[in-house]
T-cell receptor, first 113, second 112 residues
Framework: DQQVKQNSPSLSVQEGRISILNCDYT??????FLWYKKYPAEGPTFLIS?????DKNEDGRFTVFLNKSAKHLSLHIVPSQPGDSAVYFC????????????FGTGTRLTVIP | NAGVTQTPKFRVLKTGQSMTLLCAQD?????MYWYRQDPGMGLRLIHY???????AKGEVPDGYNVSRLKKQNFLLGLESAAPSQTSVYFC???????????FGPGTRLTVL
């Protein structure tokens, strides 16, 4: 059963606008969350993370929001750039467990120039 | 500093053949992982290792074996390949104290 879900397989956004990618999880033991970005024929690369003791983490154009009560997190990219076009994976971690990441199915973001 | 490297990049096998995928990292990371990525499935953990000489099963370990004889290398073996093992395989590593995993470029395997 998928413990981390990304219900939008794809998203298209105009350059300069905001991109919002969503992620839901079911396991209440998850206490750390990461976003990875993946270009074709490359491995995923780490983008930004957030601990469950926070509700927001910002790094330049990228901000991740966490709503623990709703078991929901989102990644905001503003302003979106064509180079942001990639597949974005949400991942969750139970730091008290085996320390393994559980990944969502990914959202393909296309930023239209 | 090459990070995480994977060998080979591509491979085509016939059903029943065997092969080994090699992952190497030069970051002195304790933890290493093997994932497979299939369309619509995200990344699923096959096996992982928390240190030299130790391995453990992940979410989808059947049909695969692993070995971690040296800290910097993590091998994934397919003893008798099946078409269901057609996938893109990613290796990753991380520090014992860290949460971020660093990924290799992937190996695209096709089993006919």
């Amino acid at each position: 059963d998928q413990q981390v879900k990304q219900n939008s397989p794809s998203l298209s956004v105009q350059e300069g606008r905001i991109s919002i990618l969503n992620c839901d999880y079911t396991n209440s033991m998850f206490d750390y969350f990461l976003w990875y970005k993946k270009y074709p024929a490359e491995g995923p690369t780490f983008l930004i993370s957030i601990s469950s003791i926070k509700d927001k983490n910002e790094d330049g154009r990228f901000t991740v929001f966490l709503n623990k009560s709703a078991k929901h997190l989102s990644l905001h990219i503003v302003p979106s750039q064509p180079g942001d076009s990639a597949v974005y994976f949400c991942a969750a971690l139970d730091q008290t467990g085996a320390n393994n990441l559980f990944f969502g199915t990914g959202t393909r973001l296309t930023v239209i120039p | 500093n090459a990070g995480v490297t994977q060998t080979p990049k591509f491979r085509v096998l016939k059903t029943g053949q065997s092969m080994t995928l090699l992952c190497a990292q030069d970051m002195n990371h304790e933890y290493m992982y093997w994932y497979r990525q299939d369309p619509g499935m995200g990344l699923r953990l096959i096996h992982y290792s928390v240190g030299e000489g130790t391995t453990a099963k992940g979410e989808v370990p059947d049909g695969y074996n692993v070995s971690r004889l040296k800290k910097q290398n993590f091998l994934l073996g397919l003893e008798s390949a099946a078409p269901s093992q057609t996938s893109v395989y990613f290796c990753a590593s991380k520090l014992w104290a860290g949460n971020e995993q660093f990924f290799g470029p992937g190996t695209r395997l096709t089993v006919l």
